[in-house]
């Protein structure tokens, strides 16, 4: 299906408008450590992108090179990728997370000519995964390292005259997914499937230049990417960047946003800061009195740093209708979204206002979205599906039909409203011993309600009952260190999976929770840089040991 897209809609003829139109407007606001923060006018990113752009083209690669950026989310890496697209080339964003071998695979993959290293916490372990002899730049923030940097490049080089555009349908950039099944795959992207997707997305949801983000989740993942650099580009709103975990909360209420994106997970741990400070009953209290009511909630979110949000969303996993109620109580309508990097993450979102708790609401204007009848599996196709995976056709058939059908790997089901539900992954459901087959999915999504579970895997075939294997976050973890909080988070634990097993179908309720000993990182290859669980790492680690774990006749079984 071809993008209908206007060239003035385009990413660099963007640029060049707020650069000409509004170039002493501050757009980016970056923490330099210390306490200082840097601000960015257009007019400082137009001529930094303009100086690095002109070095790029300068070093003579052919056109449509692929140029690798591995950074924490920046004001340079935005500016980074301006520039590798003024120059003619395609970007390659690598999660800041990611393994040497990792790295290794995807810039070879790639056949990336050069990378940018910028804001990093585990650099000196990182860099053996870069091949001898590929040229490196230094952003600003990044780790000492014998490499030109940002800086005295942009400082010695004129900057790129005139205003060189890409077209829609050219190759924009190659995003590696977070490969839960195995190698990563390159996404490709063009220009156009950026720009409608970041439409489709506005015509929802009414971001304007006027507008405040917050950027934290990884750039290279494909929400922040569209959300946040696109709509940059698209309404010249103004983007603040995150220091550090830290300093998290101060960064955002420095910013106070008016829009806000985040997973579950986070949406739920605000809650539960707020509750630490004051009990629930308390609150529920005082928010069912009339004239308290919004004060009181006003001081709750304005000591989030969310008193000014307008838009908040949340995706990649469901968010519990009781979450949705409490935020809805304090004036905060969350917006559910779903999407994924084969169709720069523009699908189906709930209206502002208008929630649907336990869907993903309704296709964006100008996607379309059907279910295969043999496996229920989601279809959707739209202007802004990916042009394939790079160098891989035969995966590319398998997803991507010849009329434009993107095969999601998700399994739905849509209600008389048309708003979509996801049940699980088609490759993820399993069969018991009893022969009945278990969607794992929508049981995690309820596990991970409780404060102590930071991941999770529900897994069993051919065992007689799921079980789940659960990962305690680091303060649990601490807690159950002491043989009393031990015991307590015991019978916490047991109580959410019998309540959880009150809702399930019989052949679906577990056996057992598991709290694992080792955590789930990207170094051993546990899970995904976005978190996700890597299902058949979990069954190589874990599988010989589940019909012990069963035997022991116990709701809670701590891992040896």
Known sequence: MKSIVEPGELQLQRLYHWERTAPDRVVLTQPMGGGVVREFTWREVADETRRMAAHLKGLGFEAGSRIALLSKNTAHWLIADFAIWMAGYVSVPLYPT??????????????????????????????????????????????????????????????????????????????????????????????????????????????????RILSYLPLSHV????????????????????????????DL?????????????????????????????????????????????????AGLGLDQCEVAAGGAAPMP?????????????????????????????????????????????GVESRLDPQTQEILVRSPGNMLGYFRQPELTREVLSDDGWLRTGDKGEIDAEGNLRIVGRVKDLFKTGKGKYVAPAPIEDRLVTH??????????????????????????????????????????????????????????????????AESWTVDNDLVTPTLKVKRNRIEAVYARNYERWVSERRAVVWER
């Open 321 to 365: 209708a009781e979450l949705l109620n409490w935020y809805h109580r304090l004036g905060l309508d969350l917006v559910e979204v779903y999407g994924m990097t084969e169709n720069c993450g523009v699908s189906h979102a709930t209206r502002p206002g208008v929630p649907r708790p336990g869907t993903v609401g309704v296709p964006y204007d």
């Open 98 to 211: 990611l393994a040497p071998s990792t790295i290794r695979q995807i810039l070879e993959h790639s056949e990336a000519k050069l990378l940018f290293v910028g804001k990093l916490d585990g650099w000196d372990h990182m860099k053996e995964g870069v091949p001898p002899g590929l040229p490196c730049i230094r952003l600003p923030l990044a780790p000492e390292e014998a490499h030109p940097t940002w800086d005295s490049i942009v400082a010695a080089t004129p900057p790129l005259p005139g205003n060189p555009v890409r077209s829609g349908d050219e190759l924009c950039t190659i995003m590696y997914t977070s490969g839960t099944t195995g190698m990563p795959k390159g996404v490709m992207h063009s220009f156009a499937t950026f720009a409608w997707s970041i439409g489709a997305v506005r015509r929802r949801l009414h971001i304007n230049e006027r507008a």
């Open 253 to 301: 209420r420095r910013a106070r946003p008016t829009v806000f994106f985040s997973v579950p997970r986070l949406w739920v741990k605000f809650q539960q800061g707020v509750l630490a400070k004051m009990p629930a009953a308390k609150l529920d209290r005082l928010l069912g009195i009339p004239v308290l009511r919004r004060i009181v909630a006003k001081k709750v979110l």
């Open 223 to 250: 929400a922040e990417r569209t959300l946040v650099e696109h709509g940059l580009l698209i309404s010249g709103m103004h983007v603040y960047f995150s220091d550090s975990l830290d300093t998290f909360a101060e």
């Open 451 to 516: 404060t102590a579970i930071e991941a999770c895997c529900v897994t069993g075939a051919s065992l007689g009952q799921p079980v789940a294997l659960v990962m305690l976050n680091v303060d649990a973890a601490r807690r159950a260190e002491d043989p009393t909080g031990r015991r307590t988070l015991e019978e916490s634990l047991a109580a959410h999976m019998q309540g959880i097993n009150q809702s399930l179908d019989p052949h679906e309720r577990l056996d057992c929770l598991v709290v694992v």
